[in-house]
């Protein structure tokens, strides 16, 4: 391969490498002050979701499920790398890299009843 | 029952990224997840559970820090031995009419109860559904409850106090045994009835001066299981900027009186912002730069009546490595800073084209994401100072700068704590905020700035004080002193008063030593007599 040619192969699979995150307008995330991690999910309580999936030809989009109590998740981001993008396309599609990480909604009592108790 | 989880750090940091020292027991306190225990009894055994927390750290002769966010820029929340996250308790309610006090100074259906972790955005989240809202908040929502008021958190509402003048009353963990949950409130502005207090499994103190002093208590006046605040009718504010000239934004800063300005034309003329800040750009080439960013109150917008909101639906953020290298860059070469500031400016200025935008205080002051390291040092003036003040603090940063940082002028009604850094009657607030910087050839030492600026506002004979969770040159001789004269004995003798022999050095830490607010007060520990 001539540089050329990597230098235009390169320039098509760099891209690739990007991530984007959702996040709750109005929740809390849970927090973990253990987290010091230096990107926008610092001090807070991160699981992770990272693995190859294996589809037939006949399987829809595959749905992870997760627990994240009753009022869901804060904030979720997916991660598409270069080496997810070349096993996708080495495989014909079967293979899937999957590299997401999400935090949950801290959970809240008093969410029915604000009111302390009567007297 | 409540569990705490025990980790340890070998370098704990804030999280701005300040880098701290080794933790022993880092702890976080989970409530019971019982679901038979209603929530009053998961608040009490909440409590149960820091009593022990704090009898084991006494018996081990160890001190302990509770901390919230961590995002105080000085070492406030730091302590080698035991910390405590406690960010997990997060019970709230709002209080009925029949606990208030037969004398209440306050009006019915205003009072709430947050257990100490509730974020502002959790305690702003109840509001809501109240109709309610905090008067004020800070810049963002993600500090807790009891850290917003330990350290004085502000905002920039003219004709408000920081979120520490919100609070009505404090439950205080002072130690293990019963008579050490107590719940204190003002003599002169009581709150809640001795019912109310037995109702949370604690112990009524109405006293000005230990109240006072406890509001913004450094984490000295034991565990904060719980604040009462006053809340407000929710309302909406809209925003606006408008560049003004020096003299013009001195002047309005030094008076605030606003009968002879036409800040916004839709406003009409003469009309009084709640919110008000002045931005500074000392650099710009022909002369400073001022751009005022401002609120006005105004109406619920109608149902199906369209305005822009504050919280945009893409967030966008900078490398957050960038400022950093250009900072550094700027200190070796000194060519780099132009480009800096350019980038800085894009940062800390307000936006004209978010102008208009209508939103609540939960709303204007949302959520803020981790932006690497970053400089910020907050000074409380008497508004009278003001002019004088910028005056030498810009003249400084362009003679002994250029320093990677742009300024601003903030306003708070002055409030009763103590310590509060909001002391002055009406407080102006003057900040520089940027990137933190090394010395080097062509620039001054980021701690030699902050003394040369000290030694400057003293010698023009102005008083002031430092926000306690931002960043200063903290070990500088008689700082604290300069600051606050005869209130430390008032605030040490309170404490003296309230935490017992024995449990006044776990409820310390090496940042109290260092500002000489950890030992007794003068007059000594036999005279203080104990809280009855």
């Known amino acids: 391969m001539t540089p050329f040619m990597l230098f235009v192969l390169l320039w098509f699979m760099i891209p690739v490498n990007y991530s984007f995150t959702v996040t709750s307008r109005d929740g809390v995330g849970e927090k973990d002050p253990t987290n010091l991690s230096e990107d926008e999910l610092r001090g807070m309580k991160v699981n992770v979701i990272d693995t190859v999936l294996h589809l037939s030809a006949t399987d829809e989009i595959p749905l992870f499920i997760q627990d994240c109590g009753e009022v869901g998740f804060y904030r979720v981001q997916v991660s598409q790398t270069l080496s997810g993008f070349v096993l996708h396309t080495i495989s014909l599609g079967r293979k899937r890299k999957v590299n997401v990480k999400y935090v949950c909604i801290k959970p809240s009592e008093n969410i029915v009843t604000p009111w302390l108790g009567q007297k | ?532």
């Open chain 2, 1 to 532: 029952m409540a569990r705490t989880k025990i980790a340890s750090f070998d370098n704990w940091k804030n999280y701005h990224d300040h880098e701290q020292g080794p933790v022993t027991q880092m702890m976080s306190t989970e409530l019971s997840d019982d679901i038979m225990m209603n929530t009053l009894d998961k608040y009490k055994d909440a409590a149960a559970e820091i009593q022990g927390l704090l009898k084991a750290a006494h018996d081990s002769g160890e001190r302990f820090r509770a901390f919230g966010a961590a995002w105080s820029l000085s070492s406030i929340p730091y302590q080698k031995d035991r910390m405590h996250f406690n960010a997990a308790m997060n019970l709230r309610w709002a209080i009925r009419d029949n606990w208030y006090d037969a004398n209440t100074a306050y009006a019915g259906s205003q009072l709430c109860l947050f257990q100490c972790g509730n974020t502002i955005k959790e305690v702003s989240a109840l509001l809501k559904r109240l109709g309610k809202s905090l008067p004020t908040t800070g810049e963002s929502n993600g500090q807790t409850i009891a850290g917003a008021i330990s350290t004085g958190v502000h905002g920039s509402s003219i004709d408000q106090g920081g979120v520490q003048d919100s609070v009505v009353g404090l439950n205080l963990i002072t130690g293990p045994n019963p008579e050490d949950v107590v719940y204190v409130e003002r003599a002169s502005k009581p709150g809640l009835s001795d019912e109310f207090s037995q109702f949370i499994g604690a112990r009524l103190i109405r006293d000005d001066e230990i109240f006072n002093a406890a509001l913004v208590g450094l984490g000295a006046f034991g565990f904060i299981h719980g604040v009462v605040v006053k809340t407000v009718d929710m309302f909406y504010l809209q925003r606006y900027t408008k560049p003004m000239d020096r003299e013009e934004a001195l002047q309005l800063a030094e008076t605030l009186d606003f009968s002879n300005i036409n800040l916004i034309e839709e406003h009409g003329y003469g009309t009084r912002p709640y919110f008000l800040v002045l931005y500074i750009n000392p650099y710009r080439k022909g002369g400073e730069e001022f751009v005022a960013e401002m609120m006005f109150k105004v109406p619920k917008p109608g149902h199906g009546e369209v305005v822009r909101k504050p919280i945009p639906r893409v967030k966008k953020f900078r490398f957050k490595e960038l400022t950093t290298l250009l900072s550094w860059y700027a200190s070796q070469i000194n060519v780099g800073l132009p480009s800096l500031l350019s980038l800085l400016q894009q940062g800390i200025f307000p936006k004209e084209e978010n102008d208009g935008e209508v939103g609540t205080v939960a709303e204007h002051f949302w959520d803020s994401s981790y932006q690497g390291k970053v400089l910020a040092v907050s000074f409380g003036l008497d508004q009278k100072d003001i002019r004088k003040a910028i005056g030498i603090l810009t003249d400084l940063m362009r003679t002994e700068g250029p320093i990677p940082a742009l300024a601003g002028i903030r306003f708070v009604k002055g409030g009763d704590a103590t310590l509060g850094f909001t002391r002055f009657e009406q407080t102006c607030i003057m900040e520089f905020a940027g990137v933190p910087w090394e010395e080097s050839n062509h620039i001054i030492a980021q701690n030699d700035f902050i003394q040369e600026l000290h030694n400057r506002l003293k010698a023009a004979n102005i008083p002031f004080t430092h926000h306690w969770g931002k960043m200063s040159h903290w070990a500088a001789d008689g700082l604290v002193d300069y600051m606050y004269g005869e209130r430390l004995e008032r605030w040490k003798s309170a404490r003296y008063k309230l935490i017992k022999p024995g449990y006044r050095e776990v409820f310390t830490s090496e940042y109290l030593d260092m500002l000489g607010l950890s030992g007794p007060p003068a007059k000594g520990e036999v005279d203080v007599d104990p809280i009855a």
